[in-house]
């Protein structure tokens, strides 16, 4: 979409490989966040960052971790992918106050085999 | 814990007939934001509607309306003069903290509308 971009858009990936996603943003939001999203949950949280350097968890962080050097790039990485973390993962952004909720990327369907 | 309830796993439509999603959720603030997204089979993300909880008119855009009723903490979505192209994924979404830093949403785990033609 606009303004934000994911990369890859799918990846297979073996059972115990570093996996790194990518989230790109030209709007200079300074919330960004990675979600996934699976059957019968929904879109679960795994980080978010409010600021360059600034990073949380979410209520699915095992496994994951993430790096924010830019306030354009927001990394996800899978440090030994695992087949649980099989899914399809959403980057967003926001201004803050969340007014107007998020922009989402187009998705990243990660298969881990 | 889950803070977004939405009761109905699938649903479907007629053509050009009204449907109604429904939203319950759960929270101790008294000024938020509440959305609805849709997810075509495309898999983008689209933001379909938003409502302000200290607004009482109900949000609508075009075909799409909401029930908001804040003292039940229910936040539904009409769809009214159904379309093929209204088929995706609807997912609730508000934010169960508006203060401090925490800007961030927790989602329904959706609800599948199939239209039929």
């Known amino acids: 979409d606009a303004g934000i971009t994911q990369s890859p858009r799918h990846k297979v990936t073996e059972t115990g490989t570093p996996v790194t996603l990518r989230c790109h943003q030209t709007e200079n939001h300074r919330y960004m966040y990675w979600y996934r999203q699976d059957p019968g949950h929904g879109l679960r949280l795994i980080h978010y960052s409010y600021g360059v350097k600034d990073t949380d968890k979410g209520e699915v962080s095992d496994g994951y971790s993430v790096s924010r050097s830019k306030t354009e790039d927001f990394l996800l990485t899978l440090e030994s992918a695992t087949s649980s973390q099989t899914s399809v993962y959403f980057c967003?952004?926001?201004?803050?106050?969340?007014?107007?909720?998020?922009?989402f990327g187009s998705g990243t369907r990660l298969t881990v085999v | 814990a889950q803070t977004v309830t939405q009761s109905q796993p699938e649903m479907s439509v007629q053509e050009a007939e009204t449907v109604t999603l429904s939203c319950t959720y759960d929270?101790?603030?008294?000024?938020?934001?509440l959305f609805w997204y849709k997810q075509p089979p495309s898999r983008q993300m689209i933001l379909v509607i938003r409502q302000e909880a200290y607004k009482q008119q109900n949000a609508t855009e075009n075909r799409f309306s909401v029930n908001f009723q804040k003292a039940a903490k229910s936040f539904s979505l009409k769809i009214s003069d159904s379309q093929l192209g209204d088929t995706a994924m609807y997912f609730c979404?508000?934010?169960?903290?508006?203060?401090?830093?925490?800007?961030?949403?927790?989602f329904g785990k959706g609800t599948l509308l199939t239209v039929n033609p």
């Open positions: 967003a952004i926001s201004g803050g106050r969340l007014n107007y909720g998020y922009t």
């Open positions: 929270t101790s603030e008294n000024n938020y934001y």
């Open positions: 979404a508000f934010p169960p903290n508006s203060g401090g830093s925490n800007y961030k949403l927790t």
